[in-house]
């Protein structure tokens, strides 16, 4: 009987644990995972701090009973080390765990700011359950709240921060708003938006210091001083692969797989944050950590790990954001890549005054990659268009001049793509 451990209670590791279960009714199963809750959904935590659902909302399975129904052994520990020689992992209370396959799902931790005062008390992160407990005591109506970092996961915890009726300031070392998703235009729009929200941004600006104390006060870069009831750092993650160190386990940023989600190593395998996969729409390994992506390298994982050939078709680099209801969105290589061509269009008066914005990245005639904020007719046709790496042919130099007919471009190229590739195939037979 085959031996499967998942180290990580995720998303991924969860989806893992049941994919196993299917089809392999007879395996042995043990999920693995380093916090008391029961196995919970990150990206519901922003949810819970508006008040929208209560903690058992945040819980991936509903039903108390589901992983001892399905006969999948629940842990609660932290590992501390893999020995691939003996098949073995070591957790931090020195017990061990032998496997046959094992699933390195362990996602992310919280990137922590080297800046004097992040132990003081009232400084949290907001990547858990039990911080969240410590946020809502704290961010109440009226409450001063400072953020660091104004990223993806910083602008979603913002929004449930406002919903909550903080005075809140957010402090974002690049010089605009989401940096890594958007460019100059956008990420400036973006905070423009923030602002006529009643948020204090300021951009191209460092915490230097956190005094203790009632109130905290918070040395900012530009000389300022602001104090805080509650200060939050979401200044980013870093995947959970420390405990890898040594073991044999090829890891660049994340831990390294093949399109099987197979690692360095035959019978260790990697899913989700962790995980660094191929993406063909870059033409090279990155992490994406995005929830769609964990389920979908969590199935192709398990499956191979049950003996059946599944290949992970690419890695999705998509960001959908809503802040505090200005949509905006990130495709494929949005800056653009070396020898592209990039059009823009902005109405800075458009969609009630929330303004709009359309960046589109061409590589010869292929859309690579694209920005857009307040824009949301056609999100699903973007990323068709980048995901696809559709042949625009001269519907190419119609974008260029008018962004917006990306529905049209879409249908037709689209269309005529597959019949062009529907001939070929008839031509094979």
Not at 36 to 50: D, G, K, N, Q, T
Not at 53 to 63: H, Q, S, V
Not at 389 to 401: D, F, I, N, S
Request: neutral net charge; contains cysteine; charged residues 20%.
């Amino acid at each position: 009987m085959t031996h499967h451990v998942i180290l990580g209670a995720g998303p991924a590791g969860v989806i893992a644990a049941e994919t196993i279960r299917k089809h392999a009714p007879q395996d042995r199963i043990t999920l693995v995972g380093d916090e008391a809750e029961p196995p919970y959904s990150r990206m519901a935590i922003p949810y819970l701090l508006m008040g929208n659902i209560d903690e058992r909302g945040t819980y991936l399975r509903k039903g108390p009973s589901h992983f001892a129904d399905l006969k999948i052994n629940q842990v609660t520990a932290q590992a501390s080390r893999v020995d691939v020689a003996t098949k073995t992992v070591v957790f931090k209370s020195g017990e061990t765990l032998a496997f046959d396959r094992l699933l390195i799902a362990t996602g992310s931790h919280p990137a922590r700011p080297p800046i004097p005062g992040m132990d003081s008390a009232g400084v949290y992160p907001c990547w858990t359950l039990d911080d969240a407990r410590k946020i809502m005591a704290l961010a109440r109506p009226g409450a001063r709240v400072l953020q660091m970092g104004a990223g993806f996961i910083g602008c979603i915890i913002m929004e449930s921060l406002k919903q909550r009726g903080v005075q809140l300031s957010v402090v974002e070392m690049g010089d605009r708003m989401v940096p890594r998703m958007m460019g100059p235009m956008a990420g400036g729009m973006i905070r423009n938006w923030c602002e006529t929200q009643g948020v204090q941004v300021f951009t191209g600006t460092r915490v230097e210091a956190i005094e203790p104390g009632t109130p905290l006060k918070v040395r900012l870069s530009s000389g300022q001083t602001v104090e805080a009831d509650l200060v939050i750092s979401a200044t980013g993650v870093k995947p959970n692969i420390a405990f890898l160190e040594n073991s044999g386990i090829t890891c660049l940023q994340g831990v390294l797989t093949d399109e099987h989600l197979q690692t360095s190593v035959p019978g260790i395998y990697a899913a989700g944050d962790c995980a660094e996969a191929f993406d063909k729409v870059s033409g090279k390994t990155i992490v994406s950590a995005i929830q769609p992506n964990a389920a979908e390298q969590a199935r192709v994982a398990a499956l191979n790990m049950v003996g059946q050939r599944a290949e992970l078709k690419g890695v999705t680099q998509i960001n959908v954001l809503d802040t505090l209801g200005l949509i905006s969105t990130s495709f494929g290589n949005w800056e653009g890549v070396p020898g592209g061509e990039q059009v823009e269009l902005t109405d800075r008066q458009a969609n009630g005054g929330k303004g709009r914005h359309l960046s589109l990245q061409f590589k010869d005639d292929v859309l690579v990659g694209c920005n857009s904020v307040g824009w949301t007719d056609h999100v699903g046709v973007m990323r068709g268009l980048v995901e696809g790496a559709v042949h625009l042919g001269p519907w190419k130099e119609t974008l260029q001049r008018d962004p917006t007919k990306l529905m049209e471009a879409y249908l037709a190229s689209a269309q005529a793509q597959s019949q062009w590739s529907g001939a070929t195939d008839e031509r094979r037979r």
